[in-house]
C-alpha cells in the first residue's frame, strides 16, 4: 500500500519504541553506541552497559506515562530536558 500524503511517510526507525533502540544499542555496544549513548545516573562513575542504557528505560517510562496522563512531574521534565540538551543540543 502506498501513502498518498509524503507528510505522513515514516521510515522503519520511526516505529520503534525507545526501548527497541535500546535492545538494539546493547547488541551492538561497542562498535556503534558505546560513546555517543553511555550516560550513567546520579554519582556513578563506572558502569556496565546496561547501567549505562538505564536512561532510555526511564525515557520510555516518562513517554508511557504521558500517553495516559498528559502531564510529567518537575523531576521527570528535568530529565527529559537534559536528554534532550545531552542528544540534540550538543551535536549541534
Do not use: A, K, L
Given at each position: 500500500?502506498?501513502?498518498?500524503?509524503e507528510d505522513k511517510e515514516v521510515e522503519d526507525w520511526d516505529c520503534l519504541t525507545i526501548i527497541a533502540y535500546r535492545s538494539i544499542a546493547l547488541k551492538n555496544w561497542r562498535p556503534i553506541f558505546e560513546k555517543g549513548y553511555a550516560r550513567l545516573d546520579g554519582d556513578k562513575k563506572t558502569g556496565n552497559k546496561e547501567d549505562k542504557t538505564k536512561w532510555m528505560v526511564h525515557l520510555e517510562k516518562i513517554r508511557n506515562k504521558t500517553v495516559h496522563d498528559y502531564y510529567v512531574s518537575e523531576e521527570e521534565f528535568?530529565?527529559?530536558e537534559n536528554i534532550y540538551d545531552w542528544l540534540i543540543k550538543s551535536q549541534n
Open positions: 500500500m502506498q501513502i498518498e500524503d528535568s530529565f527529559v
